[in-house]
């Protein structure tokens, strides 16, 4: 084996050939000159990745191994680490990019001599990119202050040369994809192997902080971010011209610098000044002159130690020295010290800072002054912590020509305006169900109440909230900061939001009984009628994969494809499928200067029938007109049938058959999978099977009724509840 010869995992092995890892198993017993072992440990061996591409090509395992698969291998086996060698390429396609014609001419020379050649030509870049390797930090490139050291400092010619020839197939994926895709997939898949590692800021919470810092129509154009991680909240933020960074991990750091400035403009029309430091902020803040638009954060939660004891006299405390266990009030307070008077801070929180009694203080005194503009509460499953509904507050910085707000806008989209219909899909985690989190209307419930009250609170304080049109039962609300200023100073939203059915009051209840009634009625009526009982049917049997290779029906995979942006297309989700509701996901967009046209989703029509892949539940949902026209998606298998041979609502029925879905369901240790290839349904004339068609398509609709009947039960009682207990409903 060579020499630093990239070492792969069977897990690895097990993706590049497209199979589980069991069959890795069984191929290393049944085969003699299966590779052997040349690291790992016994439990979790390593082999080196050209013997084992070499032992799947002669046994007809692999044709081709994909590029980006061979780059993230010869990544993932790096002899330094994967994170060294993420930052090392990180710097090579940052020089594809900026440079390609330097690239080039330093791609032409052997190995050892392209070492020497690209640190010197990375340390050119650098300095013109990051500003020379050490200096003064004061918000800028240079000037007097504080000294730093730039955040990706550069290879040496030794460190370069075991990454070369990983830094030349990454060149060739960037030729296929541009260099930041490139770099993203890489670091994407590095943070997937990973997730205990790090704390992520998932794409749809970041784009909905950056949202709440604009101003109307203009975007923030310097921003912060004191605790920047990966870089996705500065990612986030559209148009900036200076953005400035700082992590206590130098890793970290490194690789948002990297993925910041490969994310950048670089034709020079709108050059974005990047600052990314490393260090504590908190004890070290690397910018202690600079005062921005805007501050995005996402704080490390709980910390004891972060510099209680040595910062207690420190001039950012301006409004009370935080407790030992208030490390969050401390970033707060932060991050108000570094925004020019009427800037925005938006900042990722937990729930118990809105609460705690050690805070009470710091938060009467922010409400007070009119820093502290909106809470508001995300559903669980929106960030790390998975398990707990976060919170947003939405600071601005007070100043001589800022005239004080006397209210504090509250938002709550924790909990549905509903009940939920059905039990959430079985490979939805426990922890909330961040697989099914609509980002879509949890960033139009926020921003549809905080740009009405940002925009009144700046031109006219003085109209009522309820005038304004801001009031939301249950969702938002904007209350008087008097109202807020007792013993607690309790601003968790769902303390202050009623329930939209109490909310309403005696008329909307009314309402929803009504409603139930008309409902009861219904599901009276489409009640099936008694059952004739007779002897098992005997039919000749076929398979849906049978069906499929006849023609007669045709198979697709959900969970492919991507938005243009020129017109959204709801998704049918899983979640969707099981609770027969309408659409409610929404497709991911292409990532910005993505080559090559966008994937095409595929999207249902009336007729075709849809079942969840995981969960082993009996569930099958034929699509109507309302529905036509939505993307399938992930976890989903759409069976299209030839109305001439098989009718859709006969194979629906037959899909759901408890003894036919356990015979074609695979069971693992954390899931059952559904293989619809596997289902059957009888050989039966086209008539007969239109028989049986309208006898389960009543009874699909008895099971809407019922399901409806459920959702408006659960919201009558709970709203009388609600109702009798804050005096809104009286007992007669």
Same mark, same amino acid.
């Given at each position: ?148 050291? +730039? ?25 296929? %994809? ?22 992520? %800021? ?282 807020? &200023? ?168 037959? &899909? ?38 309208? +006898? ?37």
């Amino acid at each position: 084996m060579p020499e630093n010869s990239t070492e792969v995992t069977a897990a690895g092995i097990a993706r590049l050939a497209g199979v589980g890892r069991a069959a890795v198993s069984n191929w290393r017993r049944r085969h003699a000159d299966f590779p052997k072992p040349v690291g790992g440990t016994e439990t979790s061996p390593a082999f080196a990745l050209p013997e084992v591409e070499q032992w799947l090509r002669d046994q007809g395992k692999l044709a081709e191994i994909p590029l980006r698969e061979r780059v993230w291998q010869q990544l993932a086996g790096h002899p330094a680490g994967a994170v060294p060698a993420l930052v090392h390429t990180g710097c090579a396609l940052l020089l594809v990019r900026d440079r390609p014609t330097a690239w080039l001419e330093i791609t032409a020379v052997s190995d050892a001599r392209m070492a020497k050649v690209l640190h010197l030509a990375l340390n050119s870049l650098f300095a013109a990119r990051f500003g020379p390797a050490t200096g003064d930090a004061d918000g800028s490139a240079g000037g007097g202050g504080t000294g730093y050291e +730039r955040a990706v400092h550069t290879p040496t010619a030794e460190e370069l040369l075991p990454s070369v020839p990983l830094l030349r197939a990454a060149a060739e994926l960037a030729a296929e %994809t541009g260099a930041r895709q490139a770099f993203e997939f890489l670091l994407g898949r590095q943070l997937a192997a990973n997730p205990r590692q790090f704390t992520l %800021t998932p794409p749809g919470l970041a784009e909905l902080m950056a949202a709440l810092v604009r101003t109307g129509d203009r975007p923030a154009r310097t921003v912060l971010d004191p605790a920047t991680g990966t870089g996705a909240l500065l990612r986030a933020v559209s148009s900036p011209t200076a953005l400035y960074a700082q992590d206590a991990d130098p890793d970290l750091a490194a690789l948002s610098a990297l993925r910041l400035a490969l994310h950048s403009d670089t034709d020079g029309s709108n050059p974005i000044a990047l600052a990314v430091r490393t260090g504590d902020t908190l004890r070290a803040d690397a910018f202690p002159r600079l005062t921005v638009d805007a501050v995005l954060c996402h704080p490390p939660f709980n910390e004891r130690n972060w510099g209680h004891d040595e910062l207690a006299y420190d001039p950012r405390w301006e409004y009370g020295l935080p407790a030992r266990t208030e490390s969050e009030l401390a970033w707060v307070q932060h991050a108000l010290a570094h925004l020019r008077e009427g800037g925005t801070a938006v900042l990722l929180m937990p729930p118990a800072a809105a609460s705690r009694r050690s805070g009470r203080r710091i938060r009467a005194d922010l409400l007070r002054r009119g820093a502290l503009r909106a809470v508001v509460a995300l559903p669980a499953g929106a960030a790390p912590p998975y398990g707990i509904p976060l919170h947003l507050w939405v600071l601005r910085k007070p100043g001589a020509g800022v005239r004080p707000s006397p209210e504090l806008l509250l938002v709550d989209t924790a909990e549905p305006a509903e009940p939920p219909t059905a039990p959430a899909p079985a490979s939805a985690p426990a922890s909330g169900g961040r697989d099914r989190l609509d980002w879509q209307a949890v960033r139009s419930a926020v921003l549809d109440a905080w740009e009405p009250f940002d925009g009144r609170t700046r031109s006219e304080p003085d109209i009522p909230a309820e005038a304004a049109g801001q009031e939301r039962p249950g969702v938002s609300r904007v209350v008087p900061v008097i109202e807020l &200023l007792d013993d607690d100073v309790d601003l968790a939203p769902a303390r202050h939001l009623p329930s939209p059915a109490a909310a309403g009051g005696p008329g909307e209840l009314t309402r929803v009984r009504d409603r139930l009634t008309e409902t009861l009625r219904l599901t009276a009526t489409l009640t099936p009628p008694p059952a004739d009982v007779s002897g098992p049917a005997h039919w000749p049997l076929t398979t849906v994969g049978e069906l499929a290779r006849a023609g007669a029906l045709h198979l697709r995979t959900g969970g492919t494809g991507t938005g243009t942006g020129a017109a959204p297309v709801p998704v049918l989700t899983e979640h969707d499928v099981l609770g027969s509701t309408a659409p409610s996901g929404t497709l991911p967009t292409a990532p910005a200067g993505s080559e090559g046209p966008p994937e095409e989703p595929v999207l249902v029509e009336p007729g075709d029938v849809v079942v969840p892949v995981l969960g082993g539940g009996s569930v099958a949902r034929v699509i109507d007109e309302a529905t036509a026209g939505a993307a399938l998606g992930r976890n989903l298998q759409l069976l299209r049938p030839d109305p001439a041979a098989v009718d859709p609502w006969f194979l629906a029925g037959f &899909l759901r058959g408890t003894a036919n879905n356990r015979q074609a369901s695979s069971y693992a240790s954390t899931a059952t999978r559904l293989d619809a290839r596997r289902l059957q349904l009888p050989r039966l004339p086209l008539a007969e099977q239109q028989r049986y068609g309208e +006898r389960f398509r009543a009874l699909a609709a008895f099971e809407d009724a019922l399901r409806l009947t459920g959702r408006l039960g659960g919201q009558l009682v709970q709203g009388m509840y609600d109702g009798l207990t804050d005096g809104t409903v009286t007992p007669e």
